[in-house]
């Protein structure tokens, strides 16, 4: 257990849905990030939150829109998603932006039909 | 951040120390060299990071060359939980407009046999 929890862990999704991911850490940090993990692909930056505030959008589709409610809790809303969108989706925290020490969660395994 | 080079795959025999090298040529005087890994469906795991000192910690052992242009990863004595894509990142340990970017390449996968 790493502290990182994330829910749901599968998700099978129609391109017309729209799905949230959770994310919630036990850990009292303050910065989260989401990554995502293509197949035979390396780990890809997402998001960055710092504070509930967002420091970082590396380029992302806008059929991806993350929320940070607090610095606990961070979401990822889908909507109108492709099939090249199905990947893990990994959640982490660390205790602020000034470390390279992430914690991760377990990840989303989300399948795009 | 510097660009790193790993071997694709390694095995080793359970109970054997798993040594993993990796190749930073063109490191920075002030990036770190930062260890990961990840069991398969898991998240990645910190394992350990380092400047020019060698480190230890309960996971692993870190040595990193004296010119700085390689390190090695030790897990001393490798069990079959230690099966994972181990992965090498170099970046500056804190601040700067970068921060936060982990940067993850192909990475080591290990596979320890019993």
């Known amino acids: 257990e790493t502290g990182v929890t994330q829910t749901p862990r599968h998700l099978v999704m129609g391109m017309t849905n729209k799905k949230s991911l959770k994310c919630e850490q036990h850990l009292g940090h303050n910065a989260m990030y989401w990554y995502k993990q293509s197949a035979k692909k390396p780990l890809e930056l997402m998001f960055v939150y710092n504070f509930k505030e967002q420091t970082e959008n590396n380029s992302v589709p806008s059929r991806f829109s993350p929320e940070c409610p607090n610095s606990s809790h961070l979401f990822l809303h889908l909507h109108t998603l492709q099939p090249e969108d199905s990947a893990l989706y990994l959640c982490?925290?660390?205790?602020?932006?000034?470390?390279?020490?992430?914690?991760f969660g377990p990840g989303t395994r989300l399948t795009v039909l | 951040d510097a660009k790193t080079t790993q071997p694709p795959s390694m095995d080793c025999a359970e109970g054997r120390a798993a040594n993993l090298p990796c190749n930073h040529s063109?490191?920075?005087?002030?990036?770190?060299v930062y260890w990961y890994r990840q069991i398969h469906s898991q998240g990645p795991q910190y394992i350990i990071h380092g400047l020019k000192n060698n480190e230890t910690n309960e996971m692993a052992s870190l040595i990193i060359t004296e010119d700085r242009k390689s390190s090695t990863l030790i897990l001393p004595h490798a069990t079959l939980r230690d099966t994972a894509v181990y992965y090498c990142?170099?970046?500056?340990?804190?601040?700067?407009?970068?921060?936060?970017?982990?940067?993850f390449g192909q990475g080591t996968i290990l596979t320890v046999h019993p």
């Open positions: 982490a925290s660390s205790q602020g932006l000034v470390t390279n020490e992430q914690f």
């Open positions: 990142i170099v970046r500056p340990h804190a601040g700067g407009t970068s921060y936060g970017k982990l940067t």
């Open positions: 063109t490191i920075s005087g002030n990036e770190y």
